[in-house]
């Protein structure tokens, strides 16, 4: 059988007191250098890996902050979880992340783990629309923070972008660049993002003096490659094709770009795509993507630092409050004026066999 390694054992071989041991784990500046040297270095020899359950215990306070991301598979929320998680490293504490996969269900099972570990706090971009995983685990008196999701300052702190700003950029770019004939793909509109970047959209439009009738919308059931392959297959059999398109994110524009290349339609010469995100394969696509950025990593650091505001030792002074980044827009070769389309007063002249 494997013998657990304890506090005590270390001690005893350190020639120290338990509270040296603890105070070298936990309060290192506590402890003059000699000492710490020779119990890190017992702590070595035996392999002693604390409990956190029982430092919890004693304590009260979890070095844990949970992660709760919309989508694993969206390398936006990677980057956010990078950001996340570098900030809670650099603070000493752990991290703990999980992905909802957009299920309502599968994100109340996660906030229902969180409080049975009772983590420090969570970071969370929830699945549910009408709040109502978010209003229950409120109840259960663990600090959180909305991310990639604006909520009042009375809700509880969050960091978010300004996606109306962003769908505005979007299709400003596109109207500066001569085209008429936009097409707005998102995923559900039950996600408030995607009913902000639509928003901005057609405040490009108004602000060009065009009617909001210009921009035709394709809702997908998903904010992925798979949704974007789809929605594009349905511009291709549309009588009257859009010169250009504008996607509520990323992979969405990849997959749209991706039906477009298989049906030999020339992006930018034929159809112009921006996509949203700017995630890193944004930029390394066959046709170099232009998208709204979002600062990702910023975003993650801020929430988390923002969670271990409320958490730390001066949480009695912290006020909850909601930030809002910027977006920017980064063009690439997806984009230009469009081509000029025939008219049935300038066909071509026919050939002439005599010539």
Known sequence: MTQTVGIKDVARLAGVSVGTVSNVLNRPEKVSEHTRVRVRAVIDQLGFVRSETARQLRVGTSRILA????????????????????????AGLGVMLC????????????LSLFTEQRVRGVLLTPADATGGNVRTFARRGIP?????RAVPADEGCSVSVDDVAGGTLAVRHLLAAGHRSVTYISGPMSLPQCRDRHTGALAALREAG????????VESARL????????????????????AVFCANDL??????????????????????????????????VVPLTS??????????????????ETGPDAEGHRHRSVVLQPEL???????????????????APHDPAR
């Open 67 to 90: 992660i709760l991301v919309l989508d694993m598979g969206n390398p936006f929320f990677v980057a956010v979880a990078k950001g996340a998680e570098r900030a809670a490293r650099e």
């Open 224 to 243: 992925d490659v798979a949704s974007g392959i789809d929605a594009g297959a349905r511009l291709l059999g549309l009588a009257d094709r859009p010169t």
């Open 292 to 309: 709204v950025r979002q600062p990702a990593d910023a975003m993650g650091r801020t929430a988390a630092r923002m969670l271990m505001e």
């Open 330 to 348: 980064v063009v690439r070769s997806s984009t230009h004026a469009p081509a000029p389309r025939p008219s049935a007063s300038r066909r071509p």
């Open 252 to 285: 969405l524009a990849l997959g749209v770009l991706q039906a477009m290349y298989g049906a030999g339609v020339d992006v930018p010469g034929d159809m112009s795509i921006v996509g949203y995100d700017d995630i890193e394969f944004a930029a390394a696509a």
């Open 210 to 217: 065009l009617p909001e009738t210009a921009l035709r919308h």
């Open 144 to 148: 959180y923070v909305h991310v990639d």
């Open 99 to 110: 992905n909802s996969a957009g299920s309502t269900a599968e994100e109340a099972e996660y």
